[in-house]
């Protein structure tokens, strides 16, 4: 009974740790990087209240700016704990997000075949082996706009349209099935750096979303 009462205070400790981290990170510490403010602090706050709850305890995070243009780097792998940046890369969209093919996204969406990409806090899930390599499964923790993930085989995984010669040759990334997907040359690094029950945060600015959400309204 005391190892066990141990092990509880344990991780207590560690989610207050983690929700104090995300709790005294300023919003535009990595500003200069592209983060903006705006998208940084409602994911610290997504973030503070995750851990709260024992969500995660990892001070590994990454941030998803689904309102900048495909072109841009705009996933960011973050250490809150070091206050350091870890990777600033390229991330793809779905198809149904961006219908006209303009490298900016429209829509998003929690239903399965709608080839949209999602919105929300989710947390990382376990690797495995796809048609696209090595991939990691990701579950959504906002009911109703990303609880669907998993089911709906949202997932990160590698693709030769993130990369840089195709975004040179084309001005844009190419699009997914919904999928966060990454330049082959990074994407172990980085499913490796994120797998395993570490939070992210995908934003856009979706009405609905912004005002029901749990984690931007508690």
């Known amino acids: 009974m005391g190892t066990s009462n141990e092990d509880m205070?344990?991780?207590?400790?560690?989610?207050?740790s983690a929700s104090n981290l995300a709790k005294n990170m300023a919003d535009?510490?990595?500003?200069?990087?592209?983060?903006?403010?705006?998208?940084?602090?409602?994911?610290?706050d997504a973030f503070e209240i995750a851990y709260t709850e024992g969500s995660s305890t990892s001070s590994i995070v990454t941030v998803i700016d689904y309102?900048?243009?495909?072109?841009?780097?705009?996933?960011?792998?973050?250490?809150?704990?070091e206050q350091k940046l870890l990777f600033n890369e390229v991330t793809t969209h779905g198809k149904g997000s961006?219908?006209?093919?303009?490298?900016?996204?429209?829509s998003v969406s929690n239903v399965s075949n709608t080839k949209q990409s999602n919105v929300g806090l989710l947390k990382t899930g376990e690797t495995y082996?796809?048609?696209?390599?090595e991939s990691m499964k990701l579950d959504g923790l906002?009911?109703?706009?990303?609880?669907?993930a998993r089911r709906r085989g949202i997932v990160v995984h590698s693709a030769s349209y993130a990369d840089d010669s195709f975004?040179?040759?084309?001005?844009?990334a190419g699009r997914s099935e919904g999928c966060p997907a990454l330049d082959p040359d990074v994407t172990?690094?980085?499913?490796?750096?994120?797998?395993?029950g570490k939070l992210v945060f995908a934003y856009y600015p979706d009405p609905d979303w912004l005002e029901k959400s749990r984690y931007l309204n508690p």
Do not use: C, P
């Open 9 to 16: 205070r344990n991780r207590l400790q560690r989610h207050t």
């Open 28 to 44: 535009n510490a990595f500003e200069s990087s592209g983060l903006r403010s705006k998208v940084f602090g409602k994911a610290l």
């Open 67 to 81: 309102e900048l243009h495909s072109s841009e780097k705009r996933l960011w792998v973050i250490d809150l704990e």
């Open 98 to 106: 961006d219908r006209n093919h303009d490298g900016k996204m429209d």
């Open 129 to 133: 082996y796809g048609k696209h390599g």
């Open 142 to 148: 906002e009911e109703g706009f990303n609880d669907n």
């Open 167 to 172: 975004i040179d040759t084309y001005g844009k």
């Open 188 to 196: 172990g690094e980085i499913i490796s750096t994120i797998k395993g």
